[in-house]
């Protein structure tokens, strides 16, 4: 019994060696994956959460590249840039919204990507969308774009056609976050990421 001792304290404190290294790297997974302890702390967020979301109606969609397919806003998470014409600015943020979509991976059918472009030649999108399958296009009557770009003006304190901003609207039609022009899009796609897993729908 006398020689069975020592190997079982040796266990003990082999087993606390191992738990003191990665008990920390546990912890630090379960935090950041289960419990809202970051967002407690404002630091979950790289966008602007809108509070209280503002409600879109459901827009038919057009693939400038694929006019037989209909889609429409409600049904998925979507990215949406704001602009009259699709021209440089735009033209990277269809770059950037391809990219953040690439990299979403196993979850990119239940997110799309759509352009708001109220003074846009829609012919011309075939040739400048050409390298950008999927992108889509929100078809919106004259009529009702003033009503639509009041919403995303968020209570007039953007302008949506100046600001470069990239939003955010759940699978519901709630538009929920925000980002600015100088967003690194890695934030976007972490933000997406969480999301993703947080929610069911979409």
Same mark, same amino acid.
């Given at each position: 019994?006398? %020689? $069975? $001792?020592?190997?079982?304290?040796? /266990?003990?404190?082999?087993?606390?060696?191992? &738990?003191?290294?990665?008990?920390?790297?546990?912890?630090?997974?379960?935090?950041?994956?289960?419990?809202?302890?970051?967002?407690?702390?404002?630091?979950?967020? !790289?966008?602007?959460?809108?509070?209280?979301? #503002?409600?879109?109606?459901? !827009?038919?969609?057009?693939?400038? @590249?694929?006019?037989?397919?209909?889609?429409?806003?409600?049904? $998925?998470?979507?990215?949406?840039?704001?602009? %009259?014409?699709?021209?440089?600015?735009?033209? %990277? @943020? &269809?770059?950037?919204?391809? +990219?953040?979509?690439?990299?979403?991976?196993?979850?990119?059918?239940?997110? +799309?990507?759509?352009?708001?472009?109220?003074? +846009?030649?829609?012919? %011309?999108?075939?040739?400048?969308?050409?390298? !950008?399958?999927?992108?889509? #296009? *929100?078809?919106?009557?004259?009529?009702?774009?003033?009503?639509?770009?009041?919403?995303?003006?968020?209570?007039?304190? #953007?302008?949506?056609?100046?600001?470069? !901003?990239?939003?955010?609207?759940?699978?519901?039609? @709630?538009?929920? *976050?925000?980002?600015?022009?100088?967003?690194?899009? /890695?934030?976007?796609? /972490?933000?997406?990421? /969480?999301?993703?897993?947080?929610?069911?729908?979409?």
């Amino acid at each position: 019994m006398d %020689e $069975k $001792k020592p190997s079982s304290k040796n /266990k003990i404190i082999i087993s606390v060696i191992i &738990v003191a290294f990665i008990g920390p790297s546990i912890l630090s997974w379960f935090i950041f994956n289960h419990t809202n302890f970051l967002e407690a702390r404002g630091t979950s967020n !790289y966008g602007t959460l809108i509070s209280p979301p #503002v409600l879109l109606e459901n !827009y038919s969609l057009t693939d400038p @590249n694929n006019l037989d397919r209909e889609d429409a806003l409600y049904g $998925k998470w979507s990215m949406i840039f704001v602009a %009259e014409t699709c021209e440089k600015v735009c033209m %990277e @943020n &269809v770059y950037r919204m391809r +990219q953040i979509h690439i990299g979403i991976g196993k979850h990119s059918l239940r997110v +799309q990507k759509v352009l708001f472009l109220t003074e +846009q030649n829609l012919s %011309e999108l075939p040739e400048l969308l050409v390298n !950008y399958p999927g992108q889509k #296009v *929100m078809r919106v009557e004259a009529s009702a774009q003033g009503v639509l770009l009041n919403k995303f003006s968020l209570g007039n304190t #953007v302008d949506p056609i100046k600001s470069g !901003y990239i939003y955010i609207s759940d699978p519901l039609g @709630n538009l929920m *976050m925000s980002y600015p022009a100088d967003i690194n899009p /890695k934030g976007i796609l /972490k933000d997406l990421k /969480k999301l993703l897993r947080a929610s069911r729908i979409g």
